[in-house]
């Protein structure tokens, strides 16, 4: 696990370090009454990122739940830094002006690059206790080199993330995007480019640039509704955000923050998980939560890297907890498909392996086992009982 098992607690007022907690939050969320937390708590929520000015910290320890902010606070257990500077200060050391987008020229002199100067004036006199927590945007994901995206990734935070909104994005499939930072040379299309697995791409992309690979955690941002002003722009529905999620726990990643903000569309909010707006995401949102809470153990423990052999259409994460394997595989195309894989590892006698949620199991033989993935945001979840011990070197 990148960071490692204990990394959360190294810091002052430290989130959770124990196997049972996985950082399930939420952007820009406010919390002014106690009705606020409860209602984010049935949706499974446990951690508040960047959490408004205006709210009531207090309220956090005794309801259970932790935040990060923007200023340091004895009720919270990080500082966030700037969002997105990597987009709109660019990477550069020019002396910032100190203001911020829509106030004036940020950078002096004007358009030279001061992304990391904003970066280092907010964390500078941040004790190295506090845990700091940064998120990047298309900068670091497509528009910059691995040089100048690795000094965001790597040099003021200890906890980062970038937000690439696949599913809701007008601009993401385009040649200057995601297209050619997937090595096409073109605009994706929509197949290539709407689809749960580019989720994972985006975490593979931080995680390539961490040095030492593997020394801090990155977190996944997904949306839960339609995140830009335009309507024509797609909204994300529930299947899509489950799947989304899973890509990102699929690739390393060691949290899941929601975007919980509908800028256009048929119902705007900024509340989306606790108005009317969320009603068909919310159920979704909240079964994956119950998923991840009651896997936490699971997904805090090692990987199994190079164990499971498959062929292109899917994705996979191995993961060992306790006396057993676990599997988790998800749709990496759009079409249908029938997905055979192998554990070289488990030769010989049939096994069973229990397909979590799902109510059934399939027949593992010789270390092969097949199963029908029906769309791109298809995810299979199984578990393969005392197979440890035969799998681990």
């Known amino acids: 696990m990148d960071g490692g098992p204990g990394f959360y607690g190294g810091f002052e007022n430290p989130l959770p370090a124990t196997p049972g907690y996985f950082p399930l939050g939420v952007w820009l969320e406010s919390v002014l009454e106690p009705d606020d937390i409860r209602k984010d708590k049935a949706v499974g929520l446990n951690t508040y990122v960047d959490l408004t000015a205006n709210s009531n910290t207090a309220l956090l320890q005794p309801a259970g739940v932790h935040a990060l902010t923007s200023g340091p606070s004895s009720s919270t257990s990080g500082y966030v830094l700037a969002d997105e500077p990597d987009m709109w200060a660019g990477p550069g050391s020019s002396e910032w002006t100190g203001k911020w987008p829509g106030q004036g020229e940020i950078c002096k002199p004007a358009g030279v690059p001061c992304g990391y100067t904003v970066q280092r ?233 229990t397909v979590l949620d799902e109510d059934r199991t399939v027949s593992i033989g010789n270390g092969v086992f097949r199963d029908t993935f029906v769309d791109g945001n298809a995810v299979h979840l199984y578990r393969i009982a005392g197979a440890a011990a035969a799998c681990v070197p």
């Open 121 to 353: 004036t907010l964390s500078a006199p941040i004790a190295d206790e506090i845990m700091k927590y940064a998120n990047y945007g298309k900068g670091v994901s497509f528009w910059e080199s691995d040089e100048e995206a690795s000094v965001f990734v790597n040099e003021f935070q200890d906890v980062v993330s970038v937000d690439n909104y696949w599913f809701t994005d007008l601009n993401i499939c385009g040649q200057g995007e995601g297209g050619g930072s997937m090595g096409r040379e073109r605009d994706l299309t929509e197949q290539e480019c709407r689809l749960a697995a580019n989720y994972g791409w985006t975490i593979d992309r931080v995680r390539s640039l961490i040095r030492p690979a593997g020394s801090k955690p990155v977190w996944a941002f997904v949306e839960v509704g339609h995140p830009f002003t335009e309507d024509q722009a797609p909204t994300i529905t529930g299947p899509e955000i489950r799947a989304a999620v899973w890509s990102s726990l699929i690739h390393g990643a060691r949290g899941i923050v929601y975007f919980n903000h509908s800028f256009g569309g048929d119902c705007q909010s900024q509340h989306v998980l606790r108005d009317a707006c969320g009603d068909e995401v919310r159920p979704w949102v909240t079964a994956v939560n119950t998923q991840i809470t009651g896997l936490a153990p699971v997904l805090n423990a090692p990987f199994l890297d190079g164990a499971l052999a498959h062929g292109p259409g899917v994705e996979t994460a191995v993961k060992v907890h306790g006396d057993d394997l676990y599997v988790f595989a998800g749709s990496a195309q759009a079409d249908p498909q029938d997905a055979e894989f192998t554990l070289a590892c488990l030769p010989g006698a049939a096994v069973t392996a």
